[in-house]
């Protein structure tokens, strides 16, 4: 069994043991690289949640989605209930109370598989069945990042990018996490402000 068979396993094991069915907190992992900065600090944020709170982790390099097609004002323009990967994205996306976006800053902005993933949003929108939009109202939306540089504000396109899709969808803007690190385990390593700051992240 590898590190990541045991890391599946425990998130299952935090799915299913002591859930409370008042906050459930989706963490979309987006980054192109496994345990990289952001995600261990999103681990440590997370770490600060009540043992009962729900948590489900997805990694979205491991489950692909189809080029995402525009189909607003065409003849085409109806789509039909996802299936697949797609399905299981959605349905996780609806059942969570507490979405975390959880992508490195890549060109100041999430990665192309968070970006992937949000641009679904708009298809879901347009699809009447699932009711989209007033079943994401009232959820509450997070960011957690890392940079490699120092400025914390080089990430302020990624974040203002969540609030704004937040305010659309009129979700709760729960707030931001920048870390900084360049080579894998430095944010855990160095930067002792970010670490802090996880532990009243969700507070």
């Known amino acids: 069994m590898t590190d990541a068979d045991d890391r599946r396993d425990h998130d299952q094991a935090q799915r299913t043991e002591h859930a409370?069915?008042?906050?459930?907190?989706?963490?979309?992992?987006?980054?192109?690289?496994?345990?990289?900065?952001?995600?261990a600090l999103a681990r440590e944020a997370a770490?600060?949640?009540?043992s009962?709170?729900?948590?489900?982790?997805?990694?979205?390099s491991e489950?692909?989605?189809?080029?995402?097609?525009?189909?607003?004002?065409?003849?085409s323009g109806s789509r039909t209930e996802p299936t697949g990967n797609e399905r299981l994205l959605l349905d996780a996306t609806l059942e969570a109370t507490d979405l975390v976006v959880v992508s490195p800053l890549y060109w100041y902005s999430v990665t192309a598989a968070t970006k992937l993933y949000m641009d679904h949003w708009g298809a879901?929108?347009?699809t009447p069945e699932v009711r989209f939009k007033q079943?994401?109202?009232?959820?509450?939306?997070?960011?957690?990042?890392t940079t490699s540089h120092d400025d914390s504000a080089l990430a302020d396109p990624l974040v203002g990018m969540l609030r704004s899709t937040a305010d659309y969808l009129g979700m709760r803007w729960g707030g931001?996490?920048?870390?900084?690190?360049?080579?894998?385990?430095d944010v855990l390593r160095s930067d002792t402000a970010?670490?802090?700051?996880?532990k009243s992240l969700f507070g």
């Open 176 to 185: 931001s996490l920048i870390g900084h690190g360049n080579r894998p385990g």
């Open 20 to 39: 409370d069915p008042a906050r459930s907190f989706l963490f979309l992992l987006g980054s192109a690289r496994v345990d990289g900065n952001t995600e």
């Open 63 to 75: 489950l692909p989605l189809p080029a995402f097609e525009d189909r607003r004002h065409t003849e």
């Open 52 to 60: 009962h709170t729900v948590q489900q982790w997805l990694r979205l």
């Open 124 to 126: 879901w929108l347009h």
């Open 47 to 50: 770490a600060q949640l009540p």
């Open 135 to 145: 079943r994401m109202q009232g959820k509450t939306l997070w960011a957690i990042t």
């Open 194 to 198: 970010a670490l802090t700051d996880a």
